[in-house]
């Protein structure tokens, strides 16, 4: 590819080399090749299940490695405006009909009332339209009811991100998701010094009102549990969008000018390699409940929180005596024992090593970024699956995988797909230290192999995106990764409006 100055200087100014450019404009013509898949993870092979008597003891665990002056921290994805919430709103206002037709438009019109921001849109109407929410629907306007809410002279709610948005009513007072991730956060990512650390991934355009609402309502959190809030943002970086191309695959120009794209979720390895704790919590912004629901929540962070920690302090053991050097026969098997069946990673080829060999081997494997993800059983929502995969390097580990990772025009990869029990409801806690408490470089632990490649458009013109590995998916393929069975109760996010109206978001 020939680029221009014009290029060069659009280049520097996000950061981007030419040597990245060449290499994603290899990956458009070449593709991403399907992962193998050695089956679906499950509770009878890859998925712990533990036992009230267990998760008893994984939350004690948990309790004193946050007492014991580690640093935890909790990592909230809040990127994006929330306009994919209210698509069937966007398409009503743009239908011939004026008034509710679809079962959505009239769940969403009849649960009026039920919705925490009610009173704010009531107060909008009045202010735009001389009226209220019901007299505008009792004379058939609904849409002034809908732009209302949705447009920028309204709650701007089609533009807002999610994080923003008032989700629960408590009476007194309604709380939007970040302030339900403030309250989360206290339960159980506190230290012993009473501080909360919580890290916000945020689009620029939306730092301040995240920023003005965590001054705004930090105090109030702070006095009520007496914790002391440390909350930072930090936004995709440019240097992770990636290039677009035509259908021939070459570069998409927009008035002359390269286009760039954000290159998805992915693009949040560099964030979190960023920030500085031991143990940092994963957790999407639209997963969250009222207080009256958070108890499973809680217990369940705490359970795969303890897990984490457990499992960390054996490798961290094994670790120092590989260090020492003159490890037995036994204990290099009882080593091999733990990497393979509480760790599940595998190879076939482990057993044929001599002691010197499977001796770094062993080192190298667990010496890793470790984590522990939360898996509910599927109930038929979207999401990534829990697998067994194939690795660069032949051995087969626990991977969480997208449908577009695994080739279905293969009946047995589509019926090891089908055949799935759980899914990811994107709950992890992760281990970025190693130890010797050095941070890892987490972007070296990225399968780059595991991009994704999409159709867009621009200006009526067709285009294909690259979108990077994802953040758990290929991000993390390189991980040490353990899977714990949750209940389906800390798997609340609302995806739409209307999902708002579900029990679980109401009073």
Known sequence: MQLTQQDLEQLASKHITEAQ?????????????????DGAASTAKGIMSPGTADCDGYAKVWSEYRNGG???????????AASRMFKDLFSFLDSESGRPETDFEKRFFDGLHRFAFFNLLDEACRRIHGKGVDALIGG?????????LLLPEGLNYGNLPKGLLKFHDYGDSVRTPLEEHLVEGEMYAKGADGRVNIHFTVSPEH??????????????????????????????????DTIAVDLENKPFRVDGKLLFRPGGHGALIENLNDLDADVIFIKNIDNVVPDRLKGDTVTYKQVIAGVLVTLQRRAFDYLERLDKGGCTDAELREMLAFLEDE????????CSLDNAALARYIHGKLNRPM????????VGE????PFLAYNQDGTVSLQILESSQIDMSDPAKKAMFEEGTHFNPVDLVCAVKDYKGRKFNLVDYVDKNTGFISRKSKGGKELKALELPGLWNGAMSDWNTVFVEVPLTTFNPVKTVNDLLRPQHQR
């Open 343 to 350: 760790l599940f990673c595998h190879n076939p080829k482990a």
């Open 382 to 385: 979207p999401g990534g699956g």
């Open 21 to 37: 450019i060449a290499e994603q404009l290899k990956d458009f013509e070449k593709g991403f090749a399907y992962l193998q898949l």
């Open 207 to 240: 730092k301040g009102l995240f920023a003005a609402l965590v001054d705004e309502k930090k105090g109030e959190y702070e006095a009520r549990y007496s914790s002391t809030y440390h909350v930072t943002f930090s936004e995709q970086k440019p240097s992770t």
């Open 371 to 378: 984590r522990v993800c939360g898996m509910v059983k599927n």
């Open 140 to 148: 058939g306007d609904y849409k002034s009811v809908v732009k209302a």
């Open 70 to 80: 580690k640093k935890v921290l909790k990592f909230v994805p809040a990127s994006g």
